[in-house]
């Protein structure tokens, strides 16, 4: 699920330029000096409609100079913000001048950087800003990257704007570990101007307290940031976000109800204006405790506040939570809700913007198979094993029939065709798996930085469990397509990624003994089958991790001891199929007892087993036990 905070206003900052009397090598009149001055002083004092008018007669003087247009972009930019009439221009536009602009300098963007582009920092910096401001992060970091390491030549204010810019991209690229790395930088280089006492340093400091505090959290270090945000009262949108932050905090440690509180705080701080955000966090506490339903409420809000308002000037949405990650929220709660069909159709929307996401592939896979298996309810328990009979009086027999099983359906359309078909299932997840970093390929990080990524970044510890989960539900779709040889190489994949350092969970152990045991008996290769169900050699570990715990439904089997349950009934109908009937009688006999609930399969194998030993009685025993006087049809004279 997706988590959110506010940002702060790091990624909205632009540099401006030195005056043009720095830069241009012509001669300079007292007229251009003294509106470079008035522009300088109307722009510092934040009236940039004055500001811009002043830049205007300056052009008319000055039309061929390069600085002067790029100061004109910025206050145009500016009082675009603070929303001053018949200034707005749109963020595309803001990129088309600025490169126009570096093509006039003789700036490469694409080349690598050279000596002389120091003096072109400037207009890089408020490119890369843009780019940000699009949302498109990978051009804003190549362009910012061309600023680091940093140059002496710059001011120490611009070097700290350079790596408030690189963390919120770090961010944005959900790699925490660089931005940490950015974060400790920018600490240092303040600590260093404790000595200057000033509003404008406190602020920054405030900036930096929250920006690092979001790295901590993204990097999921905790441990001592909920006591120091707790001693911090900010003001404005650094108080609002502080509370973000502090709210995710709770959530991580699993104090969902003080999280939710700590939410409702943020709306009353903020007067009562209601983020996205707010709402789509509201959604993901309520999906982690279980209630599906009420979080796609909560994110239905999210996504009508996105399409129905927050928006600024020139169109552009003030909040950093994208429509597909609201989206892809939804597709998820609908699926943990049981409804395959209508997550199905959201994230097939979802996918075509986060087509490079493993995870929308495989919640893609999810759907399809849940629609072909809304739940295994008739593995769990039963009292019944017949649903009829044939023939009459003394004739009358009981026919005892396995539960039904799902049709898997045969249709004309094309594997790769969209629909809920077990043949889409197979193409999403060959998609996923493919899209997963080969293993061992992590270096030195803890997190995976991965682009196309939806949600939170995943650690290279979630993506091999990620990987584990695709390949055992790429075994369970090769079965029931009928392709055994692919299913049985899919089970034993999953036991080769089992290592002494890294033990699968036990459940993900069961799946793969019972689906390679499975496979290689309808291959007709009962012997091979036997080995993956010797209790001897199997083993499901001592935990039942990534099992059905987080899921509103419980699915059988959901122990660890109904586990081994399962294994050991899968054995006994080997031995059946072999005829060594008392091994089976012995094996069958520790999951039966008289008068108790068991599977339904187990009771038909002890009543198979006894009809077979020529247990007659204990055979009518079960029949009149577990078959209702009812379904007897009345004797004919």
Known sequence: MVMSEEPDMVGKEVDTVREEKGKDKERVSDKEKDLAGEASTAFNSGDYTSCLTTLEKLEILRPTDIVLAHNKIVVQCRAGEVGEGGTTVSLSEVVQQLEGLAKTQGLSLSSSRSEEEVESSVLVYNLAVARFQQRHMLQASQLASRLLPLSAAISTSFARKILFLHCELSL?????????????????????????????????????LVL???????????????????????????????????????????????SIKMLNSVVQIAGNRVFPHYYNNL????????????????????LDRLEGGETGPAGQSTSWLTQSQVLYNIGISLLHAKRPGVAFDILLEVVGAHYLDPHVWFHLAECCVLAHQPDNQNQGRAR????????????????????????????????????????FAYVCLK??????????????????????????????VEVEQLRVAIITCKAYTALTLGDYVPAQHYAEEILTLQTPTKPLPGCYQLLARLYAAESLILQDRLTEAMLHLDPDTVTLGDTWEASSQSLAQTWYPDTLDTGKQAVQYNLAVGFALREEWDKASTIVGQLYREGQDVPVQVLLLVLYLS?????????????????????????TS
């Open 431 to 460: 998609n996923a798996e493919s899209l997963l970093p080969a293993s061992g390929s992590g270096g030195e990080g803890v997190f995976c930085e991965g682009v196309g990524y939806i949600g939170n970044p995943v650690t290279w």
């Open 283 to 302: 959604g993901c506490l309520h999906q982690i405790m279980r209630k599906p339903n009420l979080a796609i409420y909560y994110f239905k809000n999210a």
């Open 172 to 208: 944005a690229l959900h790699q925490p570990e660089l931005a940490l790395t950015h974060a400790a930088k920018l600490e240092e280089m303040l600590g260093d101007l404790q000595g200057e006492q000033g509003d404008n340093l406190s602020l920054e400091q405030g900036r930096v």
């Open 212 to 258: 690092k505090a979001r790295c901590s959290v993204m990097a999921r270090l905790t441990k001592t940031l909920k006591k120091e945000l707790k001693s911090v009262s900010l003001p404005g949108t650094l108080g609002q976000t502080c509370e973000f932050v502090r709210s995710h905090i709770e959530a991580l440690h699993g104090n969902h109800r003080k």
């Open 384 to 423: 019944e094993v017949s649903q009829g009979g044939a023939g009459a009086g003394l004739s009358y027999k009981l026919v005892a029939t396995n539960p039904p099983q799902p049709t898997v359906g045969s249709t004309n359309t094309p594997g790769a065709t969209p629909v809920l078909s077990m043949d």
């Open 611 to 635: 009809l077979r030993q020529g247990q007659v009685d204990r055979a009518r025993r079960i029949v009149r036990e577990r078959c209702p006087a009812t379904s007897r049809p009345p004797d």
